[in-house]
Nanobody, 126 residues
Framework: QVQLVESGGGLVQAGGSLRLSCAASGRTFSTYAMGWFRQAPGKEREFVATKSWSGDSTYYADSVKGRFAISRDNRKNTVYLQMNSLKPEDTAVYYC???????????????????WGQGTQVTVSS
């Protein structure tokens, strides 16, 4: 069973930056596709970014492209989300997700992931 723990959320002014971290348990982290999703109040959970186990493939939601960057350190069993030029509409609970399925290289849909963190709040003030 994979366990994920996010950290790094907080309150930031518009235009600022934050870096989220997600630490994973398990000896096979390097084989997992990893992703970040977010959920704003009253809205459905939405895809933010994903990176393949090898790091060769990366995808972003259009709303964050050019501002956010996902990275992973397989030696530390950790995935990161660097968020720059933050906007008030980025305010949400951010979730880290892992897919242990061999068929998932990168995933943009929640159903492709089988392990989730507890979430970390990001609030961007205007």
């Amino acid at each position: 069973q994979v366990q994920l723990v996010e950290s790094g959320g907080g309150l930031v002014q518009a235009g600022g930056s934050l870096r989220l971290s997600c630490a994973a348990s398990g000896r096979t982290f390097s084989t997992y596709a990893m992703g970040w999703f977010r959920q704003a109040p009253g809205k459905e959970r939405e895809f933010v970014a994903t990176k393949s186990w090898s790091g060769d493939s990366t995808y972003y939601a259009d709303s964050v492209k050019g501002r956010f960057a996902i990275s992973r350190d397989n030696r530390k069993n950790t995935v990161y989300l660097q968020m720059n030029s933050l906007k008030p509409e980025d305010t949400a609970v951010y979730y880290c997700a892992a897919s242990t399925r061999r068929t998932v290289v990168t995933g943009t849909k929640s159903v492709e992931y089988d392990a989730w963190g507890q979430g970390t709040q990001v609030t961007v003030s205007s």
